[in-house]
């Protein structure tokens, strides 16, 4: 008896952990995705300008995602950069999936399925030429764009809209591009 309680308590604690860590592909309320999102327009190379610093990027520079969409809508994902203390480029192969409407920029992705965590475009200009993204909280945040670097206002428009939706953009990394151009 005692054995079929272990295994039954082990069995409720795998599904409490597993409803949380589904849970992470949600969003937080007050961040909006954008509407007439356009997946066709949105794939390609983007580079990481800021971010807030997270275990799976730290100290990593010349950041980039690449996205291509898949037969099935859904998108790959292969982030890469190089690690700073063996100066080498690693990469990290992924999927992303819409959450609800593909016209909207809420997708969950995944690099450890079925792991999944939000994937949130609160912003994108009309050319699609930068973005800015949140995660499943107020400490994922990152500002991409189609080239190394942009422009002082689109920084400081970055950091105004996120101020106002409650990140500390004090805790920005401004991630260094080899190829960019001061």
Known sequence: MKTVSITHCSIIILLILF???IGCATKPDHIKPVTNFDAKQYVGKWYEI??????FE?????????????PNGAIQVVNSGIKSETGKRVYA???AKF???PTIGYLKVSFFRPFYGAYVVFQVD?????AYVAGNNTNYLWLLARTPSVSENVKQDFIDKAQALGFDTDKLIWVQHASAVS
């Open 58 to 70: 730290k100290g990593m520079t010349d950041v980039y995602a690449e996205y291509s969409l898949k």
């Open 99 to 101: 959450v609800k409407d």
């Open 93 to 95: 192969k992924g999927v």
């Open 50 to 55: 800021a971010r807030f610093d997270n275990s």
């Open 126 to 130: 009309d050319a699609y030429e930068y």
């Open 19 to 21: 409803v949380g860590i």
